[in-house]
């Protein structure tokens, strides 16, 4: 509390605040008061006088209390407000404080309102202090936030370094898969989820040979069966991880296909996240419209057209659905993309 307490009284009967003021000082001796009856001459003393806590008389004729107590809400919703009246009934007193006031005194009880100015100006520290907590709670999240991204960033450039051929896929693949997900209808913390897995899909070709990885002629069937290993290497190197999305499981289905005929597992459509249902068009879909220095690109078009005609058998249709509508309406692009969260 501070060292002088300052008392914005507003009451229309100097007499009543006289009484009201000896109450407040007897409990607190340092007070410095100022009494307005007037919304306008409460308006100007908020801002002049600064008051740390308001006193306010619930009706007067020519102002009201539970307007000063909105006013007082809207320029500082930390400021205490005590509604001071000369009778209330059980139905006023609920309104006041379902209306945000601090606490409310019958001008019969007015022994109590040293006391009530104290709890109040508890309440208030109380509130700073949560807010404060809030501030730093806050600050500490976007740090974590910025130093995951960045580690999964590190992480992605690893992967990229090792596979020159898809040299920027995953980022491309996040932001797209983001933007489905969004357009979707999940939620940004959802979406956000998405985008990471996204990032980190092909990590667990960090356990594929990089002579297989960067082997421009075709692939024995047996290199092609090591290849098809790296979701589940991912989901491996992932799986211990405590994130707050199930990024592992997102890596582990990424070429799983609705029907079945993906790998590594072989899943029915029944048995993979949505969110991965979003992360394998993404894919596909990247990978098809991107150049590769052993083919150039197919083109985003025949790429749409791809996964439109495997759409209810490869791919979840209303993925597909989503995506081709992102590119027709010209709602997305990878020129000049940036991730949404
Ligand atoms: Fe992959």
New binding site residues.
Partial sequence: MPESLRILMVEDMPADAELAQREISREIPHCEFRRVETKDDFLRELEAFRPDIVVSDYSMPRFDGMTALRLSIARDPMLPVILLTGSMNEDTAVACMKAGATDYVIKEHAKRLGSAVLGAMEKKSLWAEAARRERERTELLGRLRASLNGTVHIISTIVEKRDPYTAGHQQRVALLAERIALAMGLSPEQAEGVRIAAVL??LGKVAIPSEILSKPSTLTRNEFALIKQ??FEGYEILKDTDFPWPIARMVLE??ERIDGSGYPDGKPGTDILPESKILMVA?VVEAMASHRPYRSSLGIDAALEFVSENRGTLFDPEVVNTCVALFRSRDFSWEGATPAS
Wanted: aromatic share 0%; net charge negative; hydrophobic share 0%.
């Fill in positions: 899909h092909d790296h979701p990424h070429h894919d």
